[in-house]
């Protein structure tokens, strides 16, 4: 079954409700042996890394989301659930991300006439393929709200950028590992088709 890991940071309904419209059932669990047991693993999330990686800590959801995504179980972060597979973050400090992928977290440093948060609807620019952007144009409008942005230290893990004054990493991929800084649940028909595209991913 999808599960969608619950550590108390981001609005896991919408996400939840997301795949439902499309027809498949979606549970939200903080359960580690419920994550361990997973077909399919989505890591969403809003807020502040540290707390983020605190939550995952205290509930134990560390090691299960390293052994999901060792075991090549397909897997999505959004957002947050994005910049937490890093190996950290410069979000009020430095902070020890899980290190599933080499790379850091860093803020936006725009000129003036660009606001902080990147916030609203913008472009993707296809970079590497990859099974959940089948059906995904160039150029394709998503929706994000986020002040961070990961620097993968392996370019070829970037599936798409997106420009908001400087060409940033909006999704990666590697193998059954999917994950976007935009959020797919509020990316109207193209992040229903990824979220479908996830789905339908063989488990």
């Not at 003036?112 to 472009?123: D, F, L, R």
């Not at 994950?179 to 509020?186: D, S, V």
Request: with cysteine; aromatic share 10%.
């Amino acid at each position: 079954m999808i599960t969608i890991i619950d550590y108390g940071m981001g609005n896991l309904r919408s996400v939840q409700k997301a795949f439902e419209r499309i027809g498949f059932p979606a549970r939200i669990t903080n359960d580690p042996q419920q994550v361990a047991e997973a077909s399919h693993l989505v890591l969403p999330g809003v807020g502040a890394f540290a707390d983020a990686m605190a939550e995952l800590r205290r509930l134990e959801l560390v090691e299960p989301i390293r052994q999901a995504i060792q075991k090549e179980k397909p897997f999505l972060g959004i957002c947050l659930g994005l910049q937490l597979l890093f190996d950290r973050s410069h979000e009020d400090g430095l902070h020890e991300g899980l290190g599933i992928l080499s790379g850091e977290v860093v803020r936006f440093d725009l000129p003036a006439e660009y606001a902080v948060p990147h916030m609203g609807w913008n472009q993707l620019q296809i970079r590497r393929p990859h099974p959940l952007l089948a059906g995904i144009e160039e150029g394709a409008y998503v929706y994000f709200v986020h002040s961070y942005y990961v620097v993968p230290q392996d370019g070829s893990v970037i599936a798409t950028e997106t420009d908001y004054g400087v060409w940033f990493c909006s999704s990666i991929g590697q193998g059954r590992l999917f994950a976007t800084q935009f959020h797919p649940e509020k990316s109207q028909s193209v992040g229903l088709r990824m979220l479908e595209n996830f789905a339908r991913l063989p488990a």
